[in-house]
C-alpha cells in the first residue's frame, strides 16, 4: 500500500476489518490524509459476505429493496446482501422477493446514465446505493440524483467507510465510521494544508484503486 503507514483495523469477525494507509492522497475531488483500501471487500467472497452481514441490520426489517445500485466496483457486496435480504431463513420486508444488481454508467462529463434496457431496474423501485466509501458525499450525490431522475425511490446509501450520516437528505449506514480514524481529514485540492507545506503527493486513488507517484 502507498504512504508512510500501513495497518489494519480490526474487528471481532477475522474477515472484517480495514486496511488503511496514512499519507497524502488526491482523489478526482478531494485530498485526503488516508488512503482506505476495500480491493479485497470487493474481490474477496468471505470479506464481501461479512460487509453485507454488517449492513444487513439496518435494512432487514424496515426497508423494501428492490434494486441494489453498486457504485465502485461493489457488486459482489451487493450480491452478497441481495441474497441475505431475500432469505427465508428470518422474517424480513424482502424475503421471497427478487432484487435487481445494477450498475450505472458514467458519461464523460461524469454523469451516471441508465440505458433504455435497464431503466425498469430504476423506476418505480425502491433503491438501495451501495458504495466502497461516502466521504466527500460527491458520487453518492450523483447517485441519488441519477435514481431521481429515472424516477426511482432511494431507501438509503450504504457504505464499507463513511464520513457522512445524511446525503442529500437520506441516512447514510456504514460497517467503519470517522471513529474508527478519528483524524481522517479531506480537503478542497485548492486548499490542501499538505501541498501548502510542500508534501508531496503519495499516489492518486479512486474507485479502482492507486497509483504511486
Known amino acids: 500500500m ?11 469477525n477475522s474477515n472484517l ?3 488503511v ?5 488526491a482523489t478526482g475531488h478531494s485530498h485526503t490524509n488516508y488512503y482506505i483500501d476495500v480491493t479485497t471487500q470487493k474481490t474477496r467472497l468471505s470479506e464481501a459476505k461479512a460487509i453485507a ?16 445500485l453498486c457504485l465502485d466496483g461493489t457488486e459482489v457486496i451487493g450480491t452478497c446482501l441481495a441474497e441475505l435480504l431475500t432469505t427465508e431463513d428470518f422474517v424480513n420486508m424482502n424475503a ?4 435487481y444488481i445494477v450498475t450505472p454508467e458514467h458519461t464523460s462529463g461524469s454523469q451516471l446514465i441508465f440505458r433504455d434496457n435497464n431503466v425498469h431496474m430504476i423506476e418505480n423501485k425502491h433503491v438501495l446505493i451501495l458504495a466502497a466509501s461516502v466521504t466527500t458525499g460527491y458520487t453518492a450525490e450523483s447517485a441519488i440524483e441519477a435514481v431521481q431522475y429515472y424516477l426511482g425511490s432511494v431507501v438509503g446509501v450504504s457504505a464499507i467507510f463513511a ?32 501541498c501548502k507545506d510542500g508534501v508531496k503527493i503519495d499516489a492518486l486513488v479512486n474507485g479502482y484503486g492507486y497509483s504511486k507517484l
Not at 502507498?2 to 471481532?12: L, Q, V, Y
Not at 441516512?171 to 483524524?183: A, E, L, P, R
Open 2 to 12: 502507498p504512504g508512510s503507514e500501513s495497518f489494519k483495523i480490526r474487528t471481532n
Open 17 to 19: 476489518f480495514l486496511r
Open 21 to 25: 494507509s496514512k499519507g497524502h492522497f
Open 53 to 68: 452481514e454488517e449492513l444487513l441490520s439496518y435494512y432487514q426489517n424496515n426497508t423494501i429493496v428492490d434494486t441494489i
Open 96 to 99: 421471497h422477493r427478487t432484487i
Open 163 to 194: 464520513l457522512l450520516d445524511t446525503c442529500k437528505g437520506i441516512d447514510v449506514k456504514s460497517v467503519f465510521k470517522i471513529n474508527d480514524i478519528k483524524d481522517y481529514t479531506s480537503y478542497n485540492s485548492h486548499e490542501c494544508p499538505m
